[in-house]
């Protein structure tokens, strides 16, 4: 009776340690990682639909970089020819970095304004449309708008570059000059900046590294024969 009493005692001790035993749970959680980093969405190089470019950056967990431009605006068609026509910038800061969006609000066209007779005049100012955005990013704009001021929005409010947290709070405003006057260098300083306020890791590869050096000696150049 006391041998059969042992073997009782002795099995649910095993049963007991084995139960308490955390690498099943340990290998759960484990394939779970596993499992939801294959689920991840492929980064596209730009985004134009805000819901999307916040929902691959959620899957990531990485910031959104957002640039607003203004149809039409002069500064916004600057902006964009010295800094973003080229995917180097894309392709070798933002990709590893985060999700690129880029949201270009059309203008409001006046059909009952004539022709300019004289050329001579200011060009009228640009009104932004936003009844004509989509309501993703319609909010996204009123959101990054909001941050500068609380006012109309009008078109001295574009261009922007803005970098958001992936739960879409604003880290910071790090918008270039559109002359093209501000140093890539400096830009990715002022990026650089903004991830470490939201608490990601800047990625800077050598051949984005290359880029800005091969920026700051152009720069120079430029420089140096302008004194002459």
């Not at 050598?206 to 140096?224: L, S, V």
């Amino acid at each position: 009776m006391k041998r059969v009493f042992a073997i009782l005692v002795g099995a649910a001790l095993c049963a007991s340690i084995y139960a308490d035993d955390p690498a099943p749970a340990e290998e759960k959680a484990a394939d779970a990682h596993e499992e939801k980093a294959k689920r991840k969405p492929k980064k596209k190089l730009e985004y134009i639909s805000a819901t999307e470019a916040r929902g691959v950056a959620e899957a990531w967990e990485c910031p959104v970089f957002v640039l607003v431009t203004l149809q039409g605006s002069k500064n916004s068609m600057k902006i964009v020819n010295n800094y973003f026509m080229k995917p180097d910038l894309k392709k070798e800061f933002f990709l590893p970095n985060g999700v690129f969006c880029r949201i270009n609000v059309p203008q409001l066209v006046d059909k009952r304004r004539r022709p300019q007779a004289d050329k001579d005049k200011k060009d009228p100012p640009v009104v932004p449309d936003l009844e004509r955005l989509k309501p993703d990013l319609l909010a996204a704009v009123r959101d990054i708008t909001a941050s500068v001021n609380a006012r109309k929005v009008t078109e001295h409010d574009f261009p922007q570059l803005v970098v958001l947290s992936h739960k879409g709070v604003v880290l910071q405003n790090c918008t270039p000059s559109p002359d093209g006057s501000t140093p890539l260098k400096e830009l990715v300083k002022m990026m650089e900046s903004a991830l470490k306020a939201g608490k990601y890791e800047a990625v800077v590869t050598p051949k984005m590294q290359k880029i800005i050096d091969k920026d700051a000696i152009a720069r120079e150049r430029a420089a140096k024969r302008a004194s002459k």
